[in-house]
């Protein structure tokens, strides 16, 4: 199974195709025509039935919000080739190591939202599937081969437990690396020129780029036009926005120079997320499970970050556990890598407790 969303070109990153092949037979669903839900909540649901995707992270989360469905019984032939070394992770790259498939590139920027689709984009579609049974099949014997079957598993069930989260709101300014540099005028003009793309980039149904670009929208903060000719001479918004919500945007503008100093909103404070930077000791130790860590992956064959996450060791090494059982307990420690390194790692743990 795969999915296609449109993102790219839309407003929304909806989710416009679900492809699905079994016993040879190559299936293209239409979730913009119908709700095909019903039609699959069942197998879907049923962890004896095997569903293979690639990259399946993605496609979880938008079933999961724009159908309400579950994937159990998952096989991720991304995360298996992760776990393999493979040294190419895309579909495309595997299809052609194992199989000998060569795929089309033409689409993959397409607009899956337009209908009708035309025959070649729909046998597009299709391609990411037709095979995807048989690369899992010779993957999952390389995992046995391998004994990391296992590993696998606990992955794709880790994988079938992801749900879609909303994003927490936040001020649009925080998104632009330059817009600290800027004066509160400026940076309120840049808050009116973000929300002005957003309402634009709504009601067209276009992706917001496509609208304007960032860097644009930073000049129009800077340079404040007063008229669609100063506003034309920006370059990366689109002429179309200009003509038919330019006016708009210029009379947004306008008002923000009769905004007060004292009541113009600065740059937002930082918000602390996390445990914030650790105090030496702790970078120190981090820095020897990494060493540990690149050594094991290397003999594994492994890409560092599949064996185990810089954020996992760092974690470690805040909580310096000195037996496996409280090293399994750290959070993202996952039992596949206590087999694979955990020996490593205690190595080099002192004993004597937890960093404060």
Not at 323 to 338: D, I, S
Request: aromatic share 4%.
């Amino acid at each position: 199974m795969d999915c296609e969303a449109a993102g790219f070109h839309r407003y929304t990153d909806r989710l416009c195709l679900v492809q699905v092949s079994v016993d040879g037979l190559d299936f293209v669903l239409d979730p913009l025509a119908f709700d095909p839900a019903d039609m699959l909540r069942d197998v879907l649901a049923d962890p004896d039935v095997t569903v293979m995707m690639h990259g399946a992270d993605y496609d979880l989360r938008l079933l999961d919000r724009d159908l309400g469905l579950s994937v159990f019984g998952l096989f991720d032939t991304q995360v298996a080739a992760s776990l393999l070394g493979e040294p190419g992770l895309g579909l495309s790259a595997l299809l052609e190591k194992h199989l000998g498939i060569t795929l089309s590139k033409q689409h993959q920027r397409a607009d899956w939202a337009q209908r009708p689709l035309p025959p070649d984009m729909i046998e597009y579609a299709t391609a990411d599937t037709a095979n995807l049974g048989r690369l899992a099949t010779i993957l999952e014997a390389e995992l046995v081969a391998v004994g990391r079957l296992d590993w696998a598993r606990e992955e794709f069930r880790l994988l079938e437990g992801i749900r879609w989260e909303e994003e927490e709101p936040t001020d649009p300014v925080t998104r632009f690396r330059e817009a600290r540099r800027l004066g509160a005028r400026d940076l309120t003009a840049l808050r009116a020129a973000v929300d002005w793309r957003d309402e634009v980039a709504r009601r067209r149904d276009r992706a917001p780029f496509r609208v304007a670009a960032d860097r644009a929208l930073m000049d129009v903060a800077r340079e404040r036009p007063r008229t669609l000719a100063g506003l034309q001479r920006i370059k990366g918004i689109s002429r179309g926005a200009v003509r038919s919500a330019g006016p708009a945007l210029i009379k947004r503008l306008e008002a923000i120079e009769q905004i007060p100093e004292k009541e113009l909103e600065g740059y937002p404070a930082a918000r602390r997320t996390g445990p914030g930077r650790p105090p030496p000791e702790v970078e120190e130790a981090a820095a020897v499970l990494k060493e540990v860590r690149n050594r094991r992956a290397e003999e594994l064959g492994l890409a560092r970050g599949t064996l185990m996450s810089n954020a996992t060791l760092l974690e470690i090494a805040r909580r310096q556990p000195r037996t496996a059982q409280a090293l399994r307990e750290v959070p993202g420690v996952k039992a596949w890598q206590m087999e694979a390194v955990s020996e490593a790692l205690l190595t080099v743990l002192p004993d004597g407790g937890a960093v404060e």
